[in-house]
């Protein structure tokens, strides 16, 4: 399976995370967001960036390749909305860090499908590069990625 992550150029060559607190996990816990498709990577980044940093970049795309053998956990649609019907706002961060978080604790498996906080009908891949099976993750392609300017026209 094929996943995508748009990053700066600099940072696309390696699986490499800092473990800074965004929506999955917390300050200290390493996980790497990736997508499912190009266009909700594209659409996550919008998400996250001005329209001023997005043209200032140098944005490269790595495809990301998961070996088969790889197992996937899901936490589901469903199972977010029972928690809070509002899961995706910001203010659950602590709601989804938690579950994040216990995920990686667990090395269950070295992936998680989780919905889209922006398309709840996509899905992005999260990978814990601890787990003894991301030596089965590997890059498989790098190439530049350039945002169009109209899809964010304001810093």
Known sequence: MFVY????????????????????NSEGYKMLYTAGSLALSCL??????????LQAGDFSVAII???NEVLIKEITLEKLQALDEHWYSVDNYPLTQQLGDQWLNSMESAILKVPSA?????????????????SKISIANISKFTF????????
């Open 118 to 134: 922006i398309i709840d009908m996509e899905y992005n891949y999260l990978v814990n590069a601890a787990h003894p099976d991301f």
């Open 65 to 67: 390749d998961i070996s």
């Open 5 to 24: 992550r748009i990053s700066q150029t600099r940072y696309a060559h390696s699986l490499h995370v800092p473990g800074f607190a965004v929506r999955w």
């Open 44 to 53: 996550e980044v919008l998400a996250h960036k001005s329209g001023t940093s």
């Open 148 to 155: 169009d300017p109209r899809l964010k026209a304001n810093p």
